[in-house]
T-cell receptor, first 112, second 111 residues
Framework: KAGVTQTPRYLIKTRGQQVTLSCSPI?????VSWYQQTPGQGLQFLFE???????NKGNFPGRFSGRQFSNSRSEMNVSTLELGDSALYLC???????????FGPGTRLTVT | QKEVEQDPGPLSVPEGAIVSLNCTYS??????FMWYRQYSRKGPELLMY????GNKEDGRFTAQVDKSSKYISLFIRDSQPSDSATYLC???????????FGDGTTLTVKP
């Protein structure tokens, strides 16, 4: 069974731009969560989607948003990028909400 | 104060050693406890998943949860160079999808 896939794997953007990251969960998994990983803050929860609805949200500003499609694929968007948004963005899928999570390889975003 | 505190490391051991990785937590609502392994430039990989207190063994790995002390551990027996990675503990309540992670412990197993 194919794992979680994330695209793109690497991205370089300029301050003030916006970016969209994509995540395809494991086939059959309906829950998708997004995390930000940085050396200083570790892994921090952004939000979780289940059945196209946001079920949980972390403590991130409104510039961070996401959505889930009917096929469970998910996207997250960051608008008005700041230097501090440089991080590894990880997507994790699970069969049902809150169950064992399986992570993708991440998208490494660099903001210059 | 963070909800989950993990021994910071780094940890360096010789091949064959027993490794102990530890986390403490403050939120009594946590019911599910996980250990992830993350290799450089990769996403975390789920190693162990336990519910409530007790031990769970999987091959060379044993996860231990002591809810009365709010303390969890991961033991690696007969450690191998391929075990060299960052280990992350994570935990969550009964219904929330959100997992709260420790900062990770970097382990190096020397041949």
């Amino acid at each position: 069974k194919a794992g979680v896939t994330q695209t793109p794997r690497y991205l370089i953007k300029t301050r003030g731009q916006q970016v969209t990251l994509s995540c395809s969960p494991i086939s059959g998994h309906r829950s998708v969560s997004w995390y930000q990983q940085t050396p200083g803050q570790g892994l921090q929860f952004l939000f979780e989607y289940f059945s196209e609805t946001q079920r949980n949200k972390g403590n991130f500003p409104g510039r961070f948003s996401g959505r889930q499609f009917s096929n469970s694929r998910s996207e997250m968007n960051v608008s008005t990028l700041e230097l501090g948004d440089s991080a590894l963005y990880l997507c994790a899928s699970s069969l049902v909400q809150g169950f064992e999570q399986y992570f993708g390889p991440g998208t490494r975003l660099t903001v210059t | 104060q963070k909800e989950v505190e993990q021994d910071p490391g780094p940890l360096s051991v010789p091949e064959g050693a027993i490794v102990s990785l530890n986390c403490t937590y403050s939120n009594s609502a946590f019911q599910y406890f996980m250990w992830y392994r993350q290799y450089s430039r990769k996403g975390p990989e789920l190693l162990m998943y336990t519910y409530s207190s007790g031990n769970k063994e999987d091959g060379r790995f044993t996860a231990q949860v002591d809810k009365s002390s709010k303390y969890i551990s991961l033991f690696i027996r007969d450690s191998q160079p391929s075990d060299s990675a960052t280990y992350l503990c994570a935990m969550k309540g009964t219904n929330a999808g959100k997992s709260t992670f420790g900062d990770g412990t970097t382990l190096t197993v020397k041949p």
